[in-house]
């Protein structure tokens, strides 16, 4: 066989779950050119060396038995030995048979595992068998029955032969571990199979959240295949779970450093690691590696503060202070800067400003350095463009296009000059100023940039297309479609193949490559659009400013990866050293900062393995688990919350143990009677798809096991959130569905759509029992009683808020007040209130008994549309979320001001309660957070955010989030919360948001128009 099936029969090996009959393959791997399998210790040794001929039947039955069973097991799942025999079988001193050497995947060996049982008998029981026997082997060698059957075969024929019952039960087969799941992920990976061995470290990770090796072997897979960034690696790997060797997080944060060409924080944590760990080889060759590294002799950015300019309204960064543009020579050593009318070049190692030129007469647009470093062209909005020495500062010519300047190049010969403006390319003779041509664009130009031999050109425009043009004939090559916004940052490697690319309002940013015209990776990071783009001269690397996420990120652009993440300020600008080992950055501070990058160190960080175990070992944990859980539901019936949770938390944090469906389960029972006190894990997080248009509206169940999303197609759908299937979709609306609500029994759906209608939907039958008319205009928002008999819905004009009773399906009230649409509605539990937030920045509490409005609050919105109203489990608190993310709790009873939120929750579209009043759901564009409104504080922020939220909610016990995306689909996520036991479940009746409202505490923040 050779290396690469050699390697494929391990793996289907290591497929098997645990079985006492089976030996077990820890992992496998290819050692100078060589499988090397580590498979389980077993003492003892093959039956052949064990056993004499012609043994005691009885003993000769129960190793064939045994045999049998374990063959069988592989059967079940896919896999035959193939080779069985004597020699194949191995045997413990206290007689449990150990099945070696499994793997093969073909059909016609299952029939020659049967001959190998067989003959097995045969070699070991000597020719003098009972007659009934070898019939039975005669049998099985002529029909090939299934494994099985041989083994229930042997189990009659030992009562029969031996005249007692065979003394062993069948064993059952264990699950798999994290660990064993991790490891064949490691095997899968090294066969290639990337997506099965990602999914493997899944499953166990869903096994055990934070399981330090599937942790980084998972999150090492997703970074190289650009879908996770390093910083959030080596987050990732700082939360890794407890019960880990203290050492072992240091060394996978020190194995990602490497890779990512930081040795300079790789070693000090190697160098721990390497102390605590003894002799891990491992260990050891990754703090060598990183002892002979290059290391930055200055591991921190140095900082160069630019100058004021000569404009003293500045918006951002002080008078005259902000970074509009930086540029690098080819050697890293020169910078050169531009901000408000001032160009500025720097030595980027001392600091020092080399010249000074009080440039342009308006904002400076363009900016570019030759490769050599002797000149710099600065181009303007008022259409004028300056070529400059370098080294003195000289003016050595100024040139007026006429428009405002896009971008400028020019060669290193100093004779031509390429300058974009606003509707063409002109082409420059730098020594006499003369306009040489004019290369005319479809329509206004936004962003340009030149190959360094002045021949390829790429531009973009408001169309959010990218082009690329021969510059010599004036000939567009290629149209680039890809953007959804205006492109504003566009870059091009010096050899014309590659450009970067990136559109206003999105965080991703798009590679082309310009040779096949087609996007070749869509780099993610950023939260927010990529505001500065620079490309190294080969292609290889990119770089780019964040902004508002204050991040700086060096992208290597063959794997579409993040390579590097600087933490910065509000860097708007970037560039990067023709050697790709210069970083500087710049933007509304007025700070530069210049990072040394080291040359690629060319380490691949190894995957890790996990310690092995055996199976008495395996069984023995499983049975202390299953001790402990015993103990632990029983301690949750008899409502001892104490003990309960002492159990099952030890369980958790103890590395030996997964957790399991049962353990899970009890975890989850125990949250429900429990105080939830932080998130601890999601455990799977599901993209649900089947409506064909965004969602726009989505609701939880009152005993959380389903979500009812509301779509752009017009339909609901009913979703199980633990298995993520549709159960039922429901049709009758005409337009698209805005807003949803269940009843407290969760036997009714009331929805609400653009076709102006209300309707009330019978959920276990899926039938539409009513259709409520009397809104002039499309319904924005409904909410529905506890008892499922009143609703209230909001829409954008006419009789703008309607109360209904269900039964009747008669409209009982008109509320009148607002002057503007009403887009969110909350009603209390008893039907008798309600709350509505409007356009006109009011939001208004109802009796819904008189239709009376008996409050509005206004006091602190100051105009901005009411987002959302939100009513808390008791119905005397309200949160409302504004427009501009300002977020306020309510008093509902005593009319007490408002308490705000600080910082504003931007970007809110939706927010939800958690039933126990403790925390807020706020989601949005890239926000999905929980707030705990005691503090005012992040509580945490949910993995794998979607782009755009339309509406989210969370199920009464906190398990589930499920989100409805403007990309057509539905997002859940199943948490994991660290919980607190409290000796009387009643101190949660009266929340924590509650109890600071009352007291006038000042941890959320007082309202700043009321003091």
Not at 330 to 346: L, P, Y
Not at 512 to 530: F, Y
Not at 871 to 888: E, F, K, N, P, W
Request: neutral net charge.
């Amino acid at each position: 066989m050779n290396v690469d099936g050699a390697l494929e029969a391990a793996e289907r090996w290591m497929s098997l779950p645990r079985h006492r009959n089976v030996r077990i393959c820890h992992y496998a791997e290819i050692v100078d050119g060589h499988p090397r399998l580590d498979v389980e210790q077993v003492d003892g040794g093959p039956v052949r060396d064990l056993v004499d001929a012609a043994s005691p039947l009885d003993r000769v039955l129960d190793i064939a038995i045994q045999t049998a069973w374990g063959v069988g097991h592989a059967h079940r799942h896919g896999v035959a030995h193939g080779d069985l025999g004597a020699g194949s079988v191995l045997m413990t001193p206290d007689g449990t048979v150990k099945v070696t050497g499994f793997g093969v995947a073909r059909e016609t060996a299952r029939r020659a595992d049967v001959a190998g049982v067989v003959t097995l008998v045969r070699e070991l029981g000597g020719p003098a068998l009972p007659v009934p026997l070898a019939e039975l082997l005669d049998r099985c060698l002529d029909d090939g029955p299934p494994v099985a059957d041989v083994a229930a075969g042997l189990v009659r024929m030992y009562r029969q032969q031996c005249g007692r019952p065979y003394p062993r039960p069948a064993p059952q087969p264990l699950p798999r571990t994290s660990d064993e799941l991790s490891d064949h992920g490691l095997v899968l990976a090294a066969l290639g199979r990337t997506e099965a061995a990602r999914s493997a470290f899944g499953q166990a990770l869903a096994l055990h959240p934070g399981h330090p090796e599937a942790t980084y072997n998972d999150g090492l897979l997703r970074w190289r295949a650009g879908e996770l960034t390093d910083d959030r690696l080596l987050t990732a790997l700082d939360a890794i779970g407890t019960g880990s060797p203290p050492w072992q997080g240091g060394h996978l944060r020190g194995e990602v450093h490497l890779e990512r060409g930081d040795a300079a924080a790789a070693l000090p944590l190697l160098l721990e690691a390497s102390r605590a760990a003894g002799d891990n080889i491992q260990v050891e060759t990754a703090f060598r590696y990183a002892v002979h590294a290059e290391r930055p002799p200055r591991p921190q950015p140095r900082t160069v503060r630019v100058r004021p300019g000569i404009r003293t309204d500045s918006l951002h960064g002080g008078p005259g202070h902000q970074v509009d543009h930086v540029r690098l020579s080819a050697d890293g050593r020169i910078a050169v800067t531009a901000g408000n009318e001032t160009v500025q070049a720097w030595d980027t190692r001392s600091g020092r400003c080399l010249s000074e030129a009080h440039e342009h007469a308006g904002k400076a647009s363009a900016l570019h350095i030759t490769a050599d470093g002797r000149h710099v062209l600065s181009g303007a909005r008022d259409g004028t463009v300056s070529w400059r020495a370098l080294r003195d500062g000289q003016l050595l010519r100024r040139f007026r296009t006429g428009e405002q300047v896009v971008d400028v190049w020019a060669g290193d010969d100093a004779r031509t000059a390429v300058i974009t403006v606003e509707s063409r390319f002109q082409v420059w003779d730098l020594r006499d100023g003369r306009l040489l041509r004019a290369i005319d664009h479809d329509g206004p130009i936004v962003a340009a940039a030149v190959s360094a031999d002045g021949r390829r050109a790429v531009s973009a425009g408001r169309d959010h297309v990218v082009r690329l043009w021969d510059l010599p004939t004036g000939q567009c090559l290629l149209r680039l479609d890809g953007h959804t916004s205006r492109v504003h940052a566009l870059r091009l490697s010096a050899d014309g193949r590659v450009a970067v690319s990136a559109g206003e309002y999105d965080p991703v940013i798009r590679v082309w490559d310009l040779a096949g015209g087609r996007c070749r990776h869509l780099l993610t990071g950023h939260v927010r659009e990529a505001r500065g783009l620079a490309v190294s001269p080969d292609g290889r690397y990119a770089l780019s400013g964040g902004g508002t996420d204050h991040t700086v990120r060096l992208w290597e652009l063959a794997a579409g990866r993040c390579l590097r993440t600087f933490a910065s300020e509000y860097d708007d600008t970037v560039a990067l050293s023709a050697d790709g080992r210069v970083a500087a950055a710049g933007g509304l501070t007025g700070v530069v900062r210049v990072w040394d990058v080291p040359a690629p160190t060319g380490h691949a960080a190894p995957l890790q393995p996990c310690r092995p175990r055996s199976s008495t070992e395996a069984e023995a944990l499983a049975a202390a688990a299953s001790s402990i859980l015993d103990r632990a539901e029983l301690a949750i019936a008899e409502e001892r919350f104490d003990a309960a949770h002492a159990l099952l938390a030890g369980l958790r944090t103890d590395r030996r143990h997964d957790r399991t469906p049962r353990a899970l389960r009890a975890w989850q029972r125990l949250s429900a009677r429990v105080d939830r006190v932080a998130v601890e894990d999601v455990l799977v997080a599901r993209t649900l798809g089947g409506h064909t248009d965004r969602v726009a509206s989505i609701c939880a169940g009152p005993d959380g096991r389903i979500a009812v999303s509301g779509g752009r197609d017009g339909t609901l759908r009913v979703w199980d959130l633990a298995s993520g299937e549709c159960r039922r979709t429901l049709t009758g609306h005409t337009g698209a569905v805005l807003s949803v609500a269940a009843s407290g029994d969760g036997r009714t759906v009331v929805s609400a759509g653009r076709d102006k209608t209300v309707r009330v939907w019978e959920l276990d039958s899926g039938r539409c029992v009513r259709t409520l008319t009397g809104h002039d205009s499309l319904v924005y928002a409904v909410a529905v009683s506890a008892d499922g008999r009143r609703a209230v819905s909001g829409a954008r004009d006419g009789d703008r808020l309607l109360v209904w009773d269900l039964d009747s399906g008669d409209s009982i009230h008109r509320l009148g007040g607002h002057t503007g649409g009403v887009p969110t509605v909350a009603i209390t539990a008893d039907g008798r209130r309600a709350v509505s937030g409007s356009h006109d920045g009011t939001a208004r509490v109802w009796d819904l008994d008189t239709g009376d409005c008996v409050r509005v609050l206004d006091a602190s919105h100051q105009g901005f549309a009411v987002a959302a109203v939100r009513l808390g489990a008791g119905g005397d608190r309200v949160l409302t979320v504004d427009a501009g993310g300002r977020a306020r709790l309510w008093d509902l009873t005593s009319g007490a001001r408002p308490r705000t939120f600080a910082p504003d929750w931007s970007g809110c579209t939706d927010v939800r309660l958690s039933d126990d009043g403790r925390y807020a759901l706020a989601a949005g564009d890239r926000l999905l957070r929980l707030y705990d409104l005691a503090t005012g504080d992040p509580a945490y922020d949910l993995p794998d955010r979607p782009a755009e939220i339309s509406a989210v909610c969370l199920s009464p016990d906190g398990r589930f989030v499920a989100a409805a995306c403007r990309d057509t689909t539905v997002r859940t996520w199943e948490l994991t919360w660290r919980l607190r036991p409290t000796a009387d479940r009643r101190v949660l009746a009266r929340p924590l948001v509650e109890e600071s409202v009352a007291q006038g505490s000042n941890v959320i923040g007082a309202d700043h128009e009321g003091g």
